[in-house]
């Protein structure tokens, strides 16, 4: 099952060289560019890992290419996803997020439903590799 | 392809390529010959290089280059040659003639305060217009910005930088402190190692130039060839002679609305020849330094007289012997103690 987040999600896998593009948009806005990692691919898991700190005085989307090359030598078989963040007062928020890396297989989510009080069923999704503990969920 | 092409047929204007393709009998005996060529196909219209560099806008740079630094012939005559060895190569890209991306690192030797800085500046500004970097900016380094205090230090302290020079020039002065001989585990050499990995691998995106004196350079050369053979363009900068220093000297008043009075300009000059027999004279930052020394003292000297005299927009603006001949470079007398009087030269870098 292929997953999708964040921006783009109904595009294709975005190339390097549109990666590239969407990071420098990002610097160009004076946001700073994060990448972050994770193998919970849960869409409520909000704790992804950060690789390294946040680019925000870099001026070339080169830095950031530099970076995700070095995350994905690392972490390949994980989720790789690359933010932007506007610092700017009033906005403190991410203004762009979208996923670069998948890991190459994806077994998806199983579907838990939970007898409640009364006639109630609550459902769930889980994914699957969440069985496994960290770090040994792909490949 | 062929609308990238710049085809103005000015008949009067040479073409590198018509001549490289002049030879040869028709165009497939050339073809199989130099089966490769992505050229041949191209048409042989003329190629208007003046209309090129006045596009990118380099010869404004080169002029005010020219015009705002005093000297340093050999080095404007190496960054002309260099722009125009950029100028072919941009042409030649667009043509399609060139695929690897050209080698544009360099060293800049030179004595203290000779212009290195000011020129990788430009220099900077330059490989922008030309569309070698992508956006022209300089970050400008020592080994302490590279280099960490202990293990596993250093390489995200490098990689910081690089990553903030990407699209622009890193300036590594003194280059040399990056490598200490004495001490095989300095942490020096992983900078260095990365530095050259990112120097061999992403020249499209960043240019280094490692500044610093002739002798040490040379020295740090013969223990690091991977540097040397990295770096496409070596420039020596000259110590300038007593004449430059005072035309710097004047050059850097007018440009703060200063100038000298013919025996203010008298002092000026006795001063560089005085002061070149001192230790730690580094050129024209020597200059730079005395005159706002000299500015100190005008101004003290003003306030003082402000009193007994109508003071004019003229007195504010001149420079005068007093205000120069009060330094101690002119021997220990009684100014010697007094605030306004220099102190050793590197105090005040
Ligand atoms: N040819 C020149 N004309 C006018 N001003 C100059 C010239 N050369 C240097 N200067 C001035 O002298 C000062 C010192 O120059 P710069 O910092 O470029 O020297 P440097 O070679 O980098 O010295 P260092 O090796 O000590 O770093 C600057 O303020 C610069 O503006
Ligand atoms: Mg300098």
Known sequence: ???????????????????????????????????????????????????????????DAAAVMMELAECRRAYGDRYIRLSGFDSSHGWESVKLSFLVNRPSEEPGFRLVRQEAEGRNVRYTTQAYVTDRPEGKRYG | MAETIRSYGHPGITDPLSCERSGGGGPSATLSAVANQPALGLPTEFIDLARELTEAGVEEVLTELDDELIGLAPVKTRIREIAALLLVERVRRKLGLSSEPPTLHMSFTGNPGTGKTTVALRMADILHRLGFVRKGHLISVTRDDLVGQYIGHTAPKTKEILKRAMGGVLFIDEAYYLYRAENERDYGQ????????????????????????AGPMEKFFRSNPGFRSRIAHHIDFPDYADGELLAIGELILAKQNYKLSDSGREALA?????????????????????????????????????????????????????????????????????PLSDETESTFD
């Open chain 2, 190 to 213: 992983e900078a260095i190692e990365i530095l050259l990995q990112v120097m061999e691998n992403q020249r499209e995106d960043l240019v280094v130039i490692l500044a610093g004196y």
């Open chain 1, 1 to 59: 099952m292929r997953l999708t987040q964040g921006c783009f999600s109904f595009l294709p896998d975005l190339t390097d060289a549109q990666i590239r593009a969407q990071a420098q948009y990002c610097i160009d806005n004076g946001w700073a560019v994060n990448i972050e990692f994770t193998d919970d691919p849960h869409p409520r898991n909000t704790y992804w890992e950060m690789w390294g700190l946040p680019m925000f005085d870099i001026k």
């Open chain 2, 270 to 338: 006795h001063y560089i020849t005085a002061r070149k027999q001192q230790p730690h004279f580094s050129n024209a930052r020597s200059i730079r330094n005395a005159l706002d020394r000299a500015r100190l003292r005008q101004a003290n000297r003003i306030v003082r007289s402000a009193a007994n005299l109508k003071i004019t927009a003229k007195d504010l603006m001149t420079i005068d012997a007093p205000d120069l001949l009060a330094s101690r470079v002119f021997g220990q007398d009684a100014t010697a103690n007094s």
